[in-house]
Protein backbone atom coordinates (compact mmCIF):
# COMPACT_ATOMS: atom_id res chain seq x y z
CA UNK A 1 0.00 0.00 0.00
CA UNK A 2 2.91 2.46 0.47
CA UNK A 3 3.87 2.27 -3.06
CA UNK A 4 0.62 3.09 -4.30
CA UNK A 5 0.65 6.49 -2.37
CA UNK A 6 3.30 8.33 -3.83
CA UNK A 7 2.04 6.76 -7.19
CA UNK A 8 -1.75 8.45 -6.47
CA UNK A 9 0.20 11.80 -4.67
CA UNK A 10 1.86 12.23 -7.63
CA UNK A 11 -0.79 11.62 -9.86
CA UNK A 12 -3.20 14.00 -7.83
CA UNK A 13 -0.73 16.56 -7.73
CA UNK A 14 -0.45 16.45 -11.79
CA UNK A 15 -3.97 16.79 -11.88
CA UNK A 16 -3.87 19.83 -8.83
CA UNK A 17 -1.05 21.29 -11.24
CA UNK A 18 -2.76 21.07 -14.43
CA UNK A 19 -5.92 22.65 -12.86
CA UNK A 20 -4.54 25.23 -11.41
CA UNK A 21 -2.68 26.18 -15.33
CA UNK A 22 -5.94 26.22 -16.03
CA UNK A 23 -7.20 29.09 -13.62
CA UNK A 24 -4.56 31.01 -13.10
CA UNK A 25 -4.54 34.63 -11.83
CA UNK A 26 -3.80 35.74 -15.53
CA UNK A 27 -5.85 38.15 -16.97
CA UNK A 28 -8.19 36.82 -19.28
CA UNK A 29 -8.32 37.71 -22.82
CA UNK A 30 -11.68 38.35 -24.33
CA UNK A 31 -12.51 36.52 -27.68
CA UNK A 32 -11.46 38.81 -30.96
CA UNK A 33 -14.63 40.01 -32.31
CA UNK A 34 -14.69 39.68 -35.79
CA UNK A 35 -15.65 42.90 -37.78
CA UNK A 36 -16.43 42.32 -41.73
CA UNK A 37 -15.37 45.75 -43.11
CA UNK A 38 -17.95 47.21 -44.97
CA UNK A 39 -17.97 46.33 -48.56
CA UNK A 40 -15.78 48.25 -50.38
CA UNK A 41 -17.17 50.66 -52.92
CA UNK A 42 -16.68 49.27 -56.96
CA UNK A 43 -16.76 51.28 -60.44
CA UNK A 44 -16.54 47.24 -62.07
CA UNK A 45 -19.51 46.11 -63.26
CA UNK A 46 -21.79 49.30 -63.64
CA UNK A 47 -22.54 51.34 -65.94
CA UNK A 48 -21.13 55.52 -65.33
CA UNK A 49 -22.78 58.33 -66.37
CA UNK A 50 -20.01 61.33 -67.11
CA UNK A 51 -21.66 63.85 -65.28
CA UNK A 52 -18.98 66.10 -65.98
CA UNK A 53 -15.50 66.67 -67.24
CA UNK A 54 -12.10 68.66 -68.95
CA UNK A 55 -12.61 67.53 -72.32
CA UNK A 56 -15.35 64.50 -72.18
CA UNK A 57 -18.59 64.98 -73.17
CA UNK A 58 -21.27 64.53 -70.16
CA UNK A 59 -23.69 61.91 -70.94
CA UNK A 60 -20.99 59.44 -72.20
CA UNK A 61 -21.40 56.13 -70.76
CA UNK A 62 -18.13 53.90 -69.51
CA UNK A 63 -18.60 50.11 -68.62
CA UNK A 64 -15.37 48.83 -66.73
CA UNK A 65 -16.21 45.33 -67.30
CA UNK A 66 -14.54 42.65 -64.80
CA UNK A 67 -12.86 40.83 -67.64
CA UNK A 68 -10.80 43.83 -68.12
CA UNK A 69 -12.82 44.94 -71.12
CA UNK A 70 -13.43 49.22 -71.19
CA UNK A 71 -17.03 50.02 -72.59
CA UNK A 72 -17.55 53.81 -73.82
CA UNK A 73 -20.70 54.60 -75.14
CA UNK A 74 -22.02 58.27 -76.83
CA UNK A 75 -25.44 59.23 -77.31
CA UNK A 76 -24.10 61.15 -80.56
CA UNK A 77 -21.71 58.19 -82.20
CA UNK A 78 -20.63 54.59 -81.99
CA UNK A 79 -19.61 52.57 -79.19
CA UNK A 80 -16.00 52.09 -78.62
CA UNK A 81 -14.15 49.18 -76.57
CA UNK A 82 -10.68 49.39 -75.06
CA UNK A 83 -9.59 47.18 -71.78
CA UNK A 84 -8.55 48.20 -68.22
CA UNK A 85 -6.68 46.87 -65.53
CA UNK A 86 -5.83 47.63 -62.16
CA UNK A 87 -1.99 49.46 -61.51
CA UNK A 88 -0.91 50.26 -58.26
CA UNK A 89 -3.18 53.02 -56.32
CA UNK A 90 -4.87 53.57 -60.27
CA UNK A 91 -5.89 51.96 -63.42
CA UNK A 92 -4.53 51.59 -66.70
CA UNK A 93 -6.82 52.44 -69.20
CA UNK A 94 -5.94 51.51 -73.15
CA UNK A 95 -7.99 53.32 -75.93
CA UNK A 96 -7.10 53.56 -79.55
CA UNK A 97 -4.44 51.15 -78.78
CA UNK A 98 -2.87 53.47 -76.25
CA UNK A 99 -2.52 53.05 -72.65
CA UNK A 100 -2.66 55.75 -70.27
CA UNK A 101 -2.06 55.50 -66.21
CA UNK A 102 -5.58 56.83 -64.26
CA UNK A 103 -5.75 57.96 -60.82
CA UNK A 104 -8.74 57.20 -58.69
CA UNK A 105 -9.45 60.54 -57.34
CA UNK A 106 -13.21 59.36 -55.50
CA UNK A 107 -14.87 55.96 -55.28
CA UNK A 108 -17.98 55.95 -53.29
CA UNK A 109 -21.25 54.37 -54.34
CA UNK A 110 -22.80 57.11 -55.94
CA UNK A 111 -19.49 59.02 -57.16
CA UNK A 112 -16.22 58.17 -59.21
CA UNK A 113 -13.76 60.40 -60.35
CA UNK A 114 -10.60 59.48 -62.29
CA UNK A 115 -7.41 62.08 -63.51
CA UNK A 116 -6.55 60.34 -67.03
CA UNK A 117 -2.96 61.52 -67.73
CA UNK A 118 -2.72 61.70 -71.40
CA UNK A 119 0.51 62.96 -73.01
CA UNK A 120 -1.06 66.94 -73.72
CA UNK A 121 -2.90 67.88 -70.80
CA UNK A 122 -4.73 65.23 -68.00
CA UNK A 123 -8.08 64.47 -68.17
CA UNK A 124 -10.95 64.50 -65.66
CA UNK A 125 -13.68 62.66 -65.38
CA UNK A 126 -16.83 62.66 -62.80
CA UNK A 127 -18.86 59.37 -63.55
CA UNK A 128 -21.95 59.49 -61.49
CA UNK A 129 -24.15 55.96 -61.81
CA UNK A 130 -26.34 55.96 -65.13
CA UNK A 131 -30.11 56.38 -64.26
CA UNK A 132 -31.30 53.36 -63.61
CA UNK A 133 -29.04 51.04 -64.49
CA UNK A 134 -27.84 48.43 -61.52
CA UNK A 135 -24.55 46.02 -61.75
CA UNK A 136 -24.58 44.05 -64.88
CA UNK A 137 -24.64 40.41 -64.43
CA UNK A 138 -26.03 39.12 -67.62
CA UNK A 139 -29.39 39.34 -67.32
CA UNK A 140 -31.87 42.00 -66.40
CA UNK A 141 -31.54 43.95 -63.10
CA UNK A 142 -34.21 42.63 -60.04
CA UNK A 143 -35.99 45.87 -60.51
CA UNK A 144 -36.12 45.79 -64.40
CA UNK A 145 -38.10 43.82 -66.11
CA UNK A 146 -36.69 41.52 -68.96
CA UNK A 147 -36.78 43.20 -72.38
CA UNK A 148 -40.15 41.35 -74.28
CA UNK A 149 -39.19 39.83 -76.92
CA UNK A 150 -40.82 41.06 -80.36
Not at 55 to 67: A, K, N, Q, R, T
Request: aromatic share 6%; charged share 15%; net charge neutral.
Amino acid sequence: MTSTVPRTARAIAAVLALAGAACSDRAAVPPATTRTPAPKPTFVNKVWRVASSSSIEPGMLYVFLSDGTLVISSPHGTPALGSWKPAGDGLTMVEEGIPYKVDVLKLSADEFRIMINNPGNAVEIAFVPAGGEAQIRGAAAPDQPAAAAS
